[in-house]
């Protein structure tokens, strides 16, 4: 899925299991085959696409729905996961494991602080967030290790 929402809607429609009914990601029902099937989602949730959290939400709608779904980790949903909780540790040699994203999560931090962090005063969070954001990209620039908080 690659966090792509458009196309995970795309390949709902096509596999008949949801009928759209207007343009909004909201604007569908469950078919008659829909509401027999199970729905497999293979994973790579995060990373890479323009709509993680989109994609998260179009899930959950369908589960809201009806819709007998199975969520499966994929590779990246994994990776995501280890890098982001690898910021928040100490230990220089964990940092490999978010820098070897690259430059993939960005749009997905660009979401999360659109969605939940803009013109909120949250303290803490926002400022871990920011703090990691700028630790990455000096990883990213420079190669280096050390780089503390």
Do not use: C, W
């Amino acid at each position: 899925m690659h966090a792509d929402a458009d196309a995970f809607i795309a390949s709902l429609v096509a596999s008949g299991g949801i009928k759209k009914t207007g343009p909004k990601d909201k604007q569908f029902k469950l078919t008659a085959e829909g509401k027999k099937a199970r729905f497999i989602l293979g994973g790579d949730y995060f990373d890479k696409g323009p709509s993680t959290l989109r994609l998260l939400d179009v899930i959950k709608l369908l589960i809201d729905k009806g819709g007998d779904v199975v969520i499966l980790a994929g590779n990246h949903d994994t990776r995501t996961l280890i890098g982001i909780r690898s910021l928040s540790m100490k230990n220089v040699s964990t940092e490999h494991l978010f820098v070897r994203m690259g430059f993939k999560p960005l749009s997905l931090f660009k979401e999360i602080h659109k969605r939940y962090l803009k013109g909120k005063k949250v303290g803490n969070i926002k400022h871990l967030i920011l703090i990691s954001v700028e630790k990455y990209y000096f990883l990213l620039k420079t190669g280096q290790r050390n780089f503390q908080i």
